[in-house]
């Protein structure tokens, strides 16, 4: 091959190169944007609670959870308007019992607090500002976490009173929306 023939073939691999970087890039893009469709995360709200509502469902991730404690996915229902329950199983048949509804003004909070939760531990949480304590609910106490969400929400979860704090802790940080 003459000095030529070589001259014009590394001018045509050089006008290619741009091309060939950019089906390449594009490969690696839909190949990463791929990967996510497949591993992101699917809510376990069902469609049809999820849309009834005007605020966001927010749960406890079940690979977030502690060793033991099992998100219920048959649990969910919307038993009044406005209002998404479910639960999270443990331990031998107890479970915490999650309540979300629209998010009350903050002064409403606070008088929830005062009436109900005045003795309470104040938790920065990923989804919000939680207060935790235990309510009597006449009959029986009981734990009561409150969590005022970062959006919308506001989520109420009771659970029996000698559940383990550093585990509901757990619970607590694996709430999403």
Do not use: C
Not at 28 to 45: A, K, N, T
Not at 58 to 71: I, M, R, S
Request: glycine fraction near 10%.
């Amino acid at each position: 091959m003459g000095e030529h023939q070589r001259s014009k073939t590394i001018k045509k691999l050089f006008l290619l190169a741009p091309a060939i970087l950019i089906l390449i890039g594009a490969g690696v893009g839909i190949g990463i944007g791929g990967w996510l469709y497949v591993h992101r995360s699917i809510s376990p709200v069902p469609k049809s609670i999820a849309k009834s509502v005007n605020f966001d469902v927010y749960y406890p991730e079940q690979k977030k959870l502690p060793a033991g404690y099992t998100l219920d996915l048959r649990s969910f229902a919307s038993p009044q308007k406005g209002v998404v329950i479910y639960s999270v199983d443990y331990g031998n048949g107890k479970k915490l019992v999650f309540s979300v509804q629209q998010k009350p003004s903050d002064s409403d909070i606070a008088g929830f607090y005062a009436n109900h939760l005045s003795l309470h531990t104040n938790i920065q949480l990923p989804a919000g500002a939680a207060a935790s304590g235990a309510i009597n609910t006449g009959n029986q106490l009981r734990s009561l976490v409150s969590i005022s969400t970062n959006t919308n929400a506001w989520i109420l979860i009771t659970g029996p009173p000698d559940i383990n704090q550093s585990q509901l802790k757990q619970v607590l940080q694996a709430i999403v929306e």
